[in-house]
């Protein structure tokens, strides 16, 4: 299988504070280090550094904090309106987090039903104006299915994995690929608060979305 | 029981990160905000809130980043010259923390043999110049207690427990505390890194330890 | 008597800058260290140490350098719009110091005639829509009933008393409270202008709120 | 009566933070804004614009938090190696309020005996070197002699006028002179903390210093 | 002569840099550090110092940088709308340093007869409204009269002289006070820049105010 | 050919700015973001990623400035003592530069008997203690040969190709590498100023660095 | 040829950063250090020094980051509502440069059809309002012309003199400049990054534009 | 007359402030921002950028607030030591100007008889090490004689020429230079102090010291 990116092609990454990092806001192109420090940027290194021949426009649109419902708000802004030919979403663990770490704060959370909704609105603007969607779970680096946050986060991931399947979108499981990783070495070893990956974790995710690419190093 | 703690006593908390929490270094007093804001500053502000008639000196040796091993080093110094009255021990997070998040670097970790030969060295140079020992579990807060890491911490903990009971320490159980919290709320409601407590944790600590001393609120 | 406050209950805490201290502006719930750290999170804490299984949305509208006036003509925007269930007003510390620090601008205090005014309307907006309104003393730490201030003080706490019967609030008496602890130790341990607590005066009000919620340690 | 000082004379002026208040540390001449912004800075300011022909050479040798044991071991260094024609001795005031504010730590604060001691040390190493010695007392901006620290206060006021008659030094009652004002005015005008004075109390004591002085304005 | 301000009356001093000196913008009262330190704070402390009983309402409306011009602008504003009862005046040397440091910058000056016309503007517009107008001549703190600028400013200080004797405002010599001065000190001991005064030449300028106001130390 | 790494294994990366860029001084291993973003984190980040349970201690000792001289003089303290298996020598970019941007400054740089001289030295210290070690060329990001600086280089990386077969170490050719890459795209691309290369450039030198390494992606 | 520049004469610099260099945004007369410190201020820094009489307004309107198009875009607030008696346009290196920095952001740079459509616009806006124009070649400190941005670079310098000639602007070239001073010394020298020039490089700017001007030194 | 300096010449300039001007302390080369922005930075310039081909080495010795006996005191480490061609020597300024801003600081200020002492010291030490010594005369920027400050400053100019005469120095009037450019601008115009020039200031004092040096522009 070929590289799925074309010369010229323009990619989108849209999200929240795993897909920003550091980022340029709103939105961001591969330009001093305005990219962030995230899989984003790992993921423009490689491609470049594999394929230097072949000239991509990487854009991170992840803004920190974001749960379904605020990227939905702004997805013609920051996504539809540049025009990419690629675009990748992963949101959601903000839609969980805050039902864990400020139950009481009711209206800083989605609720599953919400979350495929909002979900399914950025899918369809989205999908027939491009050449390919990325559908990415939400993750909690956290093997133990158990974990409360964890299981909860399961429920969304099943949401993505069906939306994907339902909408032909490319499905990027970073839920699993952690859960594999964390078989080795514990969760800490790539992120303190299970949720903010530090550069390792990030080549992690970066290695497991070029897999859906065609990519070879 | 009345309280333990008489007019003129001076205690000094001896710990890591989680005792320390941004008091002035190496060794305050309570004044300004030389405290810091652990479970040391809440056990002061309730004890003096419930007896303002007795004249107690709370001195908070916590230094953060500490194993046992540093906490040794600096034992006679920052502990047993200050002559206090009542020492309390926690430490150990550290030490197994250490082999979780940078594994390759062995020698800022403690394996168990060493984390009982220090405290054990600790125990025995303080305790027969005080009115008494507090010796606090490490902690880490998950409640799955087959977490690499909890399963780990629980050694260390066990080893607390025991030397507790060898040298008649008072035995505070902060581990336990935090299981029993988390069957009602999740982790990340305390500590997004399931070690360094917010307020709410902090007041739970103090509330645990206070339970061992004739406390009434 | 059992705990006053049921699940899902949010409890408005409106004031001044022994309300505010640092919390975010203008109006802030219990995430991260938004909160401050006045009275309002020590009780915060301490019923969520007491009580964790019910779950309570804790919100500081206070804002330092506010006067009766000052609460009144926000009281809409950040105490009402926000549907609580409780409100807790402490106010007209500076309608009083206002008078003795800079008596020349007599545009920045508020008289006796005014304070009573102001709050009567804050009063008036808020008692029918809520479980309960608390209605908490100004003060001056000050034990001396012949101080200047404190003698002025004393007016706008027979104001608050008087209206908390009228109108059937639950009165809680900050001033009193001080005296009595001035009793035992001098005001500068508590705060050096007799007006902003360190954390063990914090401590102090928040006791003293709880006595009248049927708090339980 | 003739202006005291003398074309040439320098005047050191030791203390605490009342006379330090920014001063570069620990001795500071005229330069700059090093002299700090206490009466020592508003005397030079009166006695330059009043006396233009008459150089004088003033120096600020306070430190904040200084009781008078700290002055007495840096008195050589500071004050005596200095070799002035007039020195000023302004102290006791932290040898009093860390009786109230921090009643634990004892080691911080100076008993009468040890502050009647201390200044007597002083004095005698300084008198027989220069043309006069000025003795002001410490004070507390609190016209209530009953309230404890007053109180307390005064009898290091009683000290240090004892001793100045003894010595024959000049005696200066900042304490008297912040009562007279305090019954115009209340003492939040002058400090909020009833120890550090805005810029009128500045004036207010260089007035009084002044008056023992022959300056004429 | 008795003082000419009465208790309660309003005290508006507008001008340029040697006016504000870090006073807070636009418009100042006395509270906190708000009136800078220029000659205005002096002279509010001064007054109040002796005049104890007397409750003035010293406000600092200097801004930097401003011509005749500017402050015209602002004169509304800055001035009349806060109803005072004695208004100063001090403007008029950035109307002739842009003269000389900048000369090719020519909209930044304002030459002689616009000097005449904006001073009068002012003075027009408030004289009716007022107890009294103070206006103070701008100055060059060199001897010289030979100077270059100091001859320019020469011209400026006449016109203010002829303007307070037609409008019978009281007339206050800054150039005259500063001139007498360099007698006897070089002009480096009071300004580097021969503009902006230190702490001495604020007392200065504040004696040299207070002597046409019936003031006695 | 399998991975040359082994379980256990610490490798010292020696360097200049281009090997530091950020790491902790003097030398710093794999924690927080001690490491600092060259490719030294890049490979170490690879590493991982595709090798999680191979665990390898990464030490940076590169330091910005740095001449051949300069890390002779400190190679026993950050390299030799820390015991490593494998060394990566990474030097020779300043020792060229300074010849062109400070040319008078002549005890800045370092001739090619000098450079061959001093990693000579540090070859020989090293070579018996370790498993392996890699000696990668000086580089200028300038395909033009004949250019000056180029030219010169071109004169270490010779000396370094010529010592690496002589001592049996594995010889890692940067200046080739980026010369390949500017025949696509120009040198702006990874380097403004030819030599601190984005994170593209990293990532080029991590893959370079690693095709030497029997590392599968 | 005598001073081209006359008393009173306004020149105004238009440009990217080469010509800003911290000025002061938009647009900055020579006034403390607005000027920023690129070939404009060492400019007026010459004609100053070497013709003291002559009294001239340079004005810096040069924006780091403008290409021609941005340039275009503000030509009328930043020049031409200035009204200069002359005006320099230097302008270009960005139009170029972001075609090899950021090649897959199409949209940031400016190719050689436009670039001369917006050289052409401003000169016509100006032509006929002012005594001369001066044109200045964007460039690259790069001797080699096959370098692929130098090469790029002679297109647009090729515009610029074909443009001077046909409008009978004053033409200077900057590249041609560097490339002589290349030379003897590499550009390192001058500009890490080839484009913007330290003190000297700047110097050697302004004594080339000046060789245009009729000034004797 | 061709340029007295010749390649591999290294040039020292010592002095205080005016010479220093930012430049990195003790003693600076030039490199990155290194040398400080005074006449010493503009004359490297001007150098470089007439003779490309000549390389020299300029360094700043220049540290604010020197007088001649701190210039004479660190003479042997910042001078001397450095072994170089040629020295200039710029001191003076502070020896006058404490005498008139400070004057009760008698120790900052040197006398005339010290002065010349610590000059002839410094001559004796360096003139058969060198090629040739620069003596360049203080300064006030001030055109009247008579100015108290000036006319002292005239007695150090003629200690200074005398001495240049005396030991056959290259004697550089840096005083005349800026008399006579007074004539046509005022003082103000290249410097507020009359004593740190701006960089027309700087500029003028560049061109005074190289006509003495057979500088072609």
């Not at 990487?58 to 539809?80: A, C, E």
């Amino acid at each position: 299988m070929a590289l799925l990116f074309e010369n010229g092609d323009r990619i989108v990454f849209a999200g929240d504070s795993v897909t920003d990092m550091g980022s340029v806001q709103p939105v961001a192109d591969a330009m001093f280090d305005n990219l962030g420090h995230s899989y984003v940027r790992v993921i423009e290194n490689l491609l470049t550094a594999s394929y230097p021949d072949v000239f991509l426009r990487i854009t991170n649109s992840g803004t920190s904090g974001n749960t379904s419902r605020d990227l939905k708000n702004r997805f013609d802004r920051d996504v539809v309106d540049l025009n990419p030919q690629w675009v990748s979403i992963c949101i959601g663990i903000n839609d969980v987090w805050r039902q864990f770490d400020v139950p009481a704060l009711t209206e800083y959370a989605c609720d599953p039903v919400e979350y495929e909704a909002n979900l399914r609105e950025m899918i369809e603007k989205i999908k027939d104006r491009v050449k390919g969607v990325f559908l990415i779970t939400p993750y909690y680096i956290e093997p133990n299915r158990k974990d409360m946050m964890r299981a909860r986060m399961d429920e969304y991931c099943d949401i993505c994995r069906r939306l994907a399947k339902e909408y032909n979108c490319i499905f990027v499981d970073f839920q699993q690929m952690f859960e594999n990783f964390c078989k080795i070495r514990h969760s800490s070893y790539l992120a303190w608060d299970r949720v903010h990956p530090n550069q390792i974790g990030a080549t992690l995710m970066a290695k497991e979305f070029l897999s859906h690419c065609g990519y070879k190093y």
